[in-house]
């Protein structure tokens, strides 16, 4: 498949790169000194595109490469890629779900936990000596509390049954009741918040759940309430959490994700309430091969006519 031309539209683990390498020509977007010439100039041999959670295809990149046929994403969201583009032109879309399920939820687990038992503030009262003048100050419990998820998909599904094992009550809200779950489902996202104790973010971003959590649903977590965005940023009214976390209306937050990354709000950093990662829900070595593999599969199967791994269109 040498002959193949790839866009790789951002830098990636170089696992993937050389295994990309390895089979494709692969035209690294990052490197070219103007993007736009660069798509223009190449525009004629393109026909698969290699994208990220962050780096995505829009409409007007789908629209400049006339012989696209796939975009292959190595995340499980696809909101930064124009789907609704790909399907009236026919190009086909991947990405890799289950593989990254358990860590996205795993880390989901952490950030709660980092929060309530101020794990990052009580690391640096070690290293800074403050230990030796008195003990750290006394954290809240996790097990036990109530626990609402967003959006009960495969990672709202493997959050709740780590957080079971924490003897959580859960309960959920997402677009429509699942048949086959215990948890408690509430219809409204205000509901839910206004009955649980950590609120935690896992759907996916479409127009109907951006800023699915505001203002209200913030004051209805209140000043004892968690909030974990392990989804992405744009969920979130994020002004609005700048101030719900400065006044105190919310008691704390654990966030992987934010609205203009790597942008992050400089009124959170001196907030000992509040944890920030680095958008690293999969960043393990295990899991980002994993979704490499998937990344790679997808694209060789389209090219020898065999059915996609991980289709999403
Ligand atoms: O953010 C990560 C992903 O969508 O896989």
Request: net charge neutral; with cysteine.
């Given at each position: ?17 050389q295994?990309l ?11 070219a ?14 026909r698969a595109i290699?994208?990220?959670?962050s780096?995505?295809?829009d409409?007007?990149m789908?629209e400049?490469l006339p012989?696209?046929?796939i975009?292959s ?19 086909r879309v991947?990405?890799?779900?289950d593989?990254?399920t ?15 038992r ?7 009262y ?6 030796k003048?008195?003990d750290?100050?006394l ?22 049954k ?13 677009r429509?009741?699942?048949p086959?779950?215990?948890y408690?489902?509430y ?5 839910l918040a ?5 609120l935690?973010?896992?759907?996916s ?6 800023h ?23 969920h979130?009214?994020e002004?609005e ?14 966030l992987?994700v934010?609205e ?18 680095p958008?690293v ?11 490499a ?12 006519n065999?059915p996609?791994l991980t289709?999403?269109?």
């Open positions: 498949m040498e002959s193949i031309d790839v866009l790789m539209l951002c830098p990636m683990i170089s696992y993937l790169e295994e390498q390895r089979r494709f020509n692969v035209l690294k977007l990052w490197t000194p103007e993007k736009s010439r660069f798509i223009k100039d190449n525009s004629a041999t393109i290699v994208a990220d959670g780096h995505g295809a409409a007007k789908i400049a012989r696209l046929e975009v994403s190595n995340s499980v969201g696809v909101d930064k890629i124009d789907v609704k583009k790909c399907r009236e032109k026919g190009v991947t990405y890799t779900p593989v990254l358990d860590e996205v939820a795993d880390l989901a687990i952490g950030l709660i936990l980092a929060v309530l101020r794990l990052c503030e009580s690391d640096r070690v290293r800074s000596g403050k230990w003048k008195g750290f100050r954290t809240t419990k996790f097990t036990g509390k109530t626990v609402g998820i967003i959006g009960l998909g495969r990672i709202g599904m493997a959050i709740a780590r957080a079971e094992a924490f003897n959580c009550p859960i309960c959920y809200y997402s429509t009741e699942k086959d779950t215990k408690k489902y219809p409204s996202v205000l509901e206004s009955n649980c104790q950590i935690v973010v896992a759907c971003l479409t127009a109907e759940t951006r699915i959590v505001n203002r209200e649903v913030m004051n209805a977590l209140g000043p004892k309430g968690v909030l974990i965005n392990i989804g992405r940023g744009p979130v009214d002004p959490l700048v101030s719900a976390l400065v006044e105190g209306r919310l008691g704390g937050a654990g992987d934010y203009h990354e790597p942008e992050v709000p400089e009124e959170l950093f001196g907030l000992e309430n509040v944890v920030l990662l958008h829900g999969t960043a393990t070595v295990e899991t980002r091969k994993a979704m593999d998937l990344v790679v599969g997808n694209l060789e199967a389209h090219f020898s065999k996609l289709p999403l269109l």
